[in-house]
């Protein structure tokens, strides 16, 4: 919801506009297992998917 209400706002401003999407919980378990963050595969990806974001918006 909120990326469509960036893109909406974006379209509407006349702006370059992105989002970035990160899964991270597992749902597929008996019980929700929250591991946002922990994995150094999402920290060490973050600034490489920031960066492309940034050269696609052409920042």
Same mark, same amino acid.
């Given at each position: 919801?909120? !990326? +469509?209400?960036?893109? !909406?706002?974006?379209?509407?401003?006349?702006?370059? @506009?992105?989002?970035?999407?990160?899964?991270?919980?597992?749902? %597929? %378990?008996?019980?929700? $297992?929250?591991?946002?963050?922990?994995?150094? $595969? @999402? /920290?060490?990806?973050?600034? /490489?998917?920031?960066? !492309?974001? +940034?050269? @696609?918006?052409?920042?």
């Amino acid at each position: 919801m909120e !990326a +469509a209400a960036t893109f !909406a706002v974006g379209d509407y401003r006349g702006l370059d @506009v992105g989002s970035l999407f990160l899964i991270s919980d597992y749902l %597929t %378990t008996d019980d929700w $297992d929250p591991v946002f963050g922990e994995s150094p $595969d @999402v /920290v060490d990806a973050l600034p /490489v998917a920031m960066e !492309a974001l +940034a050269g @696609v918006l052409g920042r």
